[in-house]
Each structure stands twice: as C-alpha cells, then as structure tokens.
C-alpha cells in the first residue's frame, strides 16, 4: 500500500495546489456571507473529491487485472492518455498566462460569489472538484492507480482517505482558520488572492506538466 500511496500524492498536491478553487474559497471568506457560503464550499469540495475518486477506482478495479504483478495494459493506456492530456493542458495554461502587466482572465462566475449561498456553494464546489477538468484528471490517475493495485476493502479506504485530506487542504485551511480566527485571517487571505490571482497560469502549467510527465513514465511501466 506505501507505494500506491506515494503514487497518489503528487495527484493530490496537485488538486491541493489548483489556485481556482482557493481564489474561489477566499473571495467567499471575504464576502458578506462568509460562514455559510464557505462551509457549503469545502462540503461540496470534498465530496466531489471522495466522487470523482471512488468511480475511477470501482472502474480501474473492473477493467485490470486482479493481479496486480501482471501486466496492466489497459491501467498502462489510461495513464498514458491522462499524462498527455495534462501535457497539453499545461502548454495550454503556459501560453495563456498574463504577461507584463496585463490582467490575468477569471472565470465570469466569480462576480457572483457575494450573492452565493450555502447551497449554491455546496454545488460549486462539487462543481470544481469532480467536474473540473484539470482536477477530474489527477482524481482519475488517482483513481486508477488505487483501483488497479489490487488492494484489500481497508487499504483502499485508507487510500481514499489520505488523497482527499492532502486534496481537500488547501480549501480546508483557510475555511477553518476563517472560522477561528476571522479579523486575523482577512489580511493575509487578501494578498493571498492577489498572488494567486496573478499567478495562476503558470503555476497550474508547471504543475500539470510534472505530474503529466510523471503518469506517462507510470503508465509506460504498467505494460
């Protein structure tokens, strides 16, 4: 089990580091409904995380070998067409980036966060994290490396249970700390934006680059 999970870890940094959804989460923490609309946030994050993961792994443990010391080609092709779909979404996310001073593009919904409300946060969440693309491809390469590793009901449930509290941190994190302390998180969540706001693009195009490079490497030894 050790080394499904240090498989599935740069798949859950990867969520975990996805600027959107903390942007999205922040811009919540500092809206006029701030609590209800950020709970329903992080509740539909994480359960569009444990989703998205839970199908992939119930599809890989269907489609390869019960035998996890045999060759797994269709475990193999499925790795390798998720790292080359990361690759191109990363030269995507490279060469749209903001340059010198011009204003990086956020999605339109956006400007609607200080009218959400919990439940319409619940759903954007789930929305971002299942549904997303870059993030459906690092719950799916997850997913498939659980599901086709051959392991036992507990190991798997541990498996999904690690990915999703490294996956889910990042949201978490500032959810909580709001909630505890909100005059003393205000400041530091607003510069927070403004950096990740800036630099979005080139940290999800590193980032997809990587773990895309790293599952083609791991979907070339499944043959």
Do not use: C
Not at 66 to 92: S, T
Not at 98 to 119: C, F, K, N, R
């Amino acid at each position: 089990m050790g080394e499904v999970i240090g498989d599935i870890l740069p798949l859950a940094l990867g969520i975990t580091i996805s600027p959107v959804p903390i942007i999205a989460a922040i811009l919540m923490l500092l809206s006029p409904k701030a609590k209800g609309t950020s709970v329903g946030f992080l509740l539909g994050w994480i359960a569009g995380i444990v989703i998205a993961l839970v199908v992939f792994i119930l599809l890989a443990s269907v489609i390869t070998p019960a035998d996890p010391d045999q060759p797994q080609p269709v475990a193999g092709v499925i790795k390798l067409l998720l790292g080359a779909l990361m690759l191109v979404m990363a030269l995507k996310q490279w060469r749209g980036r903001p340059h010198g001073d011009e204003e990086p593009a956020l999605p339109g919904w956006m400007s609607a966060i200080d009218q959400m409300t919990a439940v319409k946060g619940f759903g954007l969440g789930f929305l971002l994290s299942a549904v997303n693309p870059k993030n459906l491809l690092m719950g799916a390469g997850a997913g498939v490396t659980i599901g086709s590793a051959g392991l036992g009901g507990g190991s798997v449930a541990v498996a999904v249970i690690v990915f999703t509290v490294i996956a889910a941190a990042s949201v978490a994190v500032p959810v909580i700390g709001y909630l505890v302390a909100a005059k003393a998180m205000a400041g530091p969540l607003e510069s927070l934006r403004t950096w990740l706001v800036r630099n979005n693009a080139t940290v999800m195009a590193v980032l997809l680059l990587v773990i895309g490079v790293t599952l083609l490497g791991k979907g070339l030894g499944s043959f």
